[in-house]
């Protein structure tokens, strides 16, 4: 039986160096955590407030251009695209030492300050949303429902790039997946669905029905204005079915004439057309594809907004979508491979249960795979820098320190590089330039945290997992530092 540290690891967020957490049934500990559902921080940024900032931005902008102190942007470099504009606003101390940040800063556009001040506004959002999910990484009760948050954030990425998502991105995880850790996997699609920084992430808000009221005045007029089908693409190819599941470019095409319609108030061109509270999830039947549509051989009637809810309840408690999560549930608690056993355990759960998430949890957890030793997996950046902070005994770190680390770790918080999400593997992560930057990054934690005995504290940490080579260069260290930093680099502490 593994003990509470392997649960603490596998299904949690790493073990406490204080040993809170705990009790002496592993199992039973994952399990009472079920539909624990993690409550926000009360002091939270909000919508309206996100909301505000942007239009503050563009307020700034549109003055600037007036005056005519706003010249044209240079286009960046593609491969520069990913890079730190956030990182920018940081204080210098904070600065990570990512390669090429002389170059972006060359093909960045110069700003005007008051225009660098109107997007402070959005960064302070994001480094509060930030902050409030490291507290909760930190300190929470249910950490595998924690763990469940950040799988599914990972699951539906969005990337806090760009004017509109700098703020919305973390407000996705916040207002969309926590509140359904413990619904129907249905309810937590359609409330991702509709949230503007996935409408805005993926060019759903402006797609417009060719033979809509809007689309066939544009038409008239000459113009090229239309359906966008990204967001149909993705919620088939990543959120629901998976890629080779046997939906068609024919069936693309048709779901993304069933999601015109789908916007958000307040921040649109086409504003008259949406009635809701600025940021607000809006259906707007002028930019609706009007008729029936034909998607994976099933007809769907014309009927306005409930047209397009019915292919989405249909594809997220479709066989295919039941394969899909299980695959990379499994992936993520047991194996990179994943043991086919445990894909069909989860598999059967979903479908018997038409996708109710507590039922799923209950067969990953009773899956003996997911407690097998021999199956570690390998830690991400995010994952292995809270368990470091965990294992120090870390309560409340500076966003600011957070948003720096993962820049140099190589996965920058919710800024992954495109709609699939960080990878779940070892090898995306374990590369050698990768890791000296762990060592590096674990020398300044041990050098954070004075007065910790590692050779006290692995054995707490690790439990049964502890080699007696980790144990010896542990206590051969030359300075409590040293063996601390030791510890967290060790091959057992990199794996969970």
């Excluded at 008259?272 to 509270?277: D, E, K, N, T």
Aim: aromatic share 6%; no cysteine.
């Amino acid at each position: 039986m593994a003990d509470l540290s392997f649960a603490e690891n596998r299904f949690g967020m790493g073990a406490r160096g204080d040993g809170r957490g705990g009790g002496n049934d592993p199992r039973g500990w994952v399990e009472a955590q079920i539909g624990a559902v993690p409550q926000p921080a009360a002091d939270l940024p909000s919508r309206a407030g996100v909301v505000q900032a942007i239009l503050d931005y563009r307020q700034e902008r549109r003055e600037l251009k007036s005056e005519g102190l706003l010249g044209p942007a240079k286009v960046m470099p593609a491969s520069m695209a990913t890079g730190a504009d956030i990182m920018s606003s940081l204080p210098a101390g904070s600065q990570p030492a990512a390669p090429g940040p002389a170059q972006m800063d060359a093909a960045r556009p110069k700003q005007p300050e008051a225009l660098k001040a109107a997007r402070s506004e959005e960064r302070e959002i994001y480094l509060r949303l930030v902050g409030a999910r490291t507290d909760a990484a930190l300190n929470s009760n249910s950490p595998f429902m924690e763990r469940m948050a950040h799988f599914w954030a990972n699951h539906f990425a969005v990337s806090a790039q760009g004017e509109k998502n700098l703020g919305f991105a973390g407000l996705l995880e916040f207002e969309a997946i926590r509140p359904n850790l413990d619904k129907r996997f249905a309810d937590m699609v359609l409330a991702v669905e509709q949230h503007p920084a996935m409408l805005f992430y993926l060019d759903q808000a402006g797609s417009i029905g060719p033979n809509s009221q809007v689309g066939g005045r544009v038409g008239r007029n000459g113009k090229t204005r239309g359906l966008n089908e990204n967001l149909a693409r993705e919620i088939l190819e990543l959120h629901t079915l998976g890629v080779r599941s046997g939906y068609t470019q024919a069936d693309v095409t048709e779901f993304a004439r069933a999601l015109t319609g789908w916007s958000v108030a307040g921040l649109n061109p086409n504003q008259r057309f949406l009635q809701g509270p600025p940021g607000s999830f809006v259906f707007a039947e002028a930019f609706h594809e009007p008729g029936a549509r034909t998607i994976m051989g099933k007809t769907y009637p014309e009927d306005g907004e409930a047209q397009t809810l019915a292919v989405l309840e249909d594809v997220s408690v479709h066989p295919a979508t039941a394969h899909h999560i299980a695959t990379k549930l499994a992936r993520h608690f047991a194996a990179d491979n994943p043991p086919p056993a445990m894909v069909a355990r989860i598999e059967k759960a979903f479908l018997k249960s038409r996708g109710d998430l507590p039922t799923v949890y209950r067969a990953l957890i009773a899956s003996p795979e997911a407690w097998s030793p021999e199956n570690r997996k390998f830690r991400t950046p995010w994952d292995w820098t809270v368990a470091s902070l965990r294992a120090v005994s870390t309560d409340q770190v500076k966003p600011e320190m957070v948003v720096s680390l993962l820049q140099q770790l190589g996965q920058p918080v919710w800024r992954p590089g495109s709609p699939a999400g960080y990878d779940d593997i070892a090898a995306s992560w374990a590369a050698p330039d990768a890791l000296v930057r762990r060592v590096e990054a674990a020398q300044r934690i041990a050098q954070a945290n004075t007065g910790i005995d590692a050779r006290a504290l692995a054995p707490h940490i690790l439990g049964a997992s502890l080699t007696p080579a980790t144990a010896t260069a542990i206590s051969r260290a030359e300075s409590p530092q040293t063996g601390l930093a030791l510890m967290l680099v060790s091959p057992e502490f990199l794996r969970r």
